[in-house]
């Protein structure tokens, strides 16, 4: 059992005075002191916990800027003062490790934006300007069908074309650019 009188003993109670004096008399230097004996035994908690470096010191600055606000509801008869800004050490730890593992929704995701909504008119258009065009694909020589197909929708470049058809390059281009020009008259044509 230890005497009240014990170093133990009248650092528990100074800290408890401390703590009092914050919360009744907004003491500044009270706190001052506090922070002074406290913060760098919560800091060696919570890297004790899993914290890093810096986010051990941010929350320190969060579990003194409660200990601050809300001292006057330290109560010496149910804990001292290190029980009691300890738990709120604790608390401040378990509430980032759930921020951590449900991290908060940024509306502005590009994933999280809905598409924007198409018309009907527009879809119909679409859809029929789709059908003209696979209509005048299917009218063009094949040779032509055939390059324009691997050019624009296979996405090859030209001189991989002409290596896999055998064909020059100036040949490729030729029938590619012959072969736009017809899409272009017939998409031209009112339907």
Same mark, same amino acid.
């Given at each position: 059992?230890?005497?009240?009188?014990?170093?133990?003993?009248?650092?528990?109670?100074?800290? +408890?005075?401390?703590?009092?004096? @914050?919360?009744?008399?907004? !003491? #500044?230097? &009270?706190?001052?002191?506090?922070?002074?004996?406290?913060?760098?035994?919560?800091? &060696?908690?919570?890297?004790? *916990?899993?914290?890093?470096?810096?986010?051990?010191?941010?929350?320190? *600055?969060?579990?003194?800027?409660?200990? %601050?606000?809300?001292?006057?509801?330290?109560?010496?008869?149910?804990?001292?003062?290190?029980? %009691?800004?300890?738990?709120? =050490?604790?608390?401040?730890?378990?509430?980032?490790?759930?921020?951590?593992?449900? $991290?908060?929704? +940024?509306?502005? !995701? $590009?994933?999280?934006?809905? !598409? $924007?909504?198409? %018309?009907? +008119?527009?879809? /119909?258009?679409?859809?029929?300007?789709?059908?003209?065009?696979? =209509?005048?694909?299917?009218?063009?020589? $094949?040779?032509? =069908?055939? /390059? @324009?197909?691997? &050019?624009?929708?296979?996405?090859?470049?030209?001189?991989?074309?002409?290596?896999? #058809?055998?064909?020059?390059?100036?040949? @490729?281009?030729?029938?590619?650019?012959? &072969?736009?020009?017809?899409?272009?008259?017939?998409?031209?044509?009112?339907?």
């Amino acid at each position: 059992m230890q005497d009240s009188s014990s170093p133990a003993a009248e650092a528990a109670s100074s800290l +408890d005075d401390l703590l009092l004096a @914050v919360g009744r008399r907004r !003491d #500044r230097a &009270a706190f001052a002191a506090l922070f002074e004996r406290v913060a760098p035994r919560l800091k &060696a908690f919570l890297r004790r *916990q899993g914290c890093d470096a810096g986010q051990a010191e941010e929350l320190v *600055q969060e579990v003194m800027l409660v200990v %601050w606000r809300r001292a006057e509801l330290f109560d010496p008869a149910r804990a001292t003062a290190t029980t %009691w800004i300890f738990t709120v =050490a604790r608390n401040r730890r378990l509430d980032a490790l759930r921020r951590e593992s449900r $991290p908060e929704i +940024d509306p502005g !995701d $590009p994933m999280l934006v809905p !598409d $924007p909504v198409e %018309w009907a +008119d527009h879809r /119909l258009e679409t859809a029929q300007s789709a059908g003209r065009l696979r =209509a005048a694909l299917d009218d063009l020589p $094949p040779e032509q =069908a055939d /390059l @324009v197909r691997l &050019a624009y929708f296979e996405d090859k470049p030209h001189t991989t074309i002409a290596a896999e #058809r055998g064909l020059p390059l100036g040949t @490729v281009k030729s029938r590619v650019r012959l &072969a736009l020009e017809r899409l272009r008259k017939v998409l031209r044509e009112p339907s």
